[in-house]
């Protein structure tokens, strides 16, 4: 009985810890500030995110 519980646990646990969907986000830039040691770039960008979890990936970034 206690094993037959635990496969039981397991299984529905399985069920519930689900992959997240994978949504890249292509963004644009509006607006860049520079300092004598660097700069801030603001992005904005729009999504449609469905239910559940959602893993979001922004693309194109500058690199550092």
């Not at 039981?8 to 986000?25: D, E």
């Not at 239910?51 to 979001?56: C, P, S, V």
């Amino acid at each position: 009985m206690k094993k037959i519980l635990i496969l039981l646990c397991f299984f529905s646990a399985n069920l519930f810890a689900q992959s997240p969907n994978s949504l890249n986000v292509d963004s644009e830039i509006e607006k860049v500030l520079v300092f004598l040691k660097g700069a801030q770039i603001n992005r904005k960008a729009k999504v449609q995110i469905p239910k559940g979890k959602t893993e979001l990936v922004f693309v194109n970034l500058a690199g550092f």
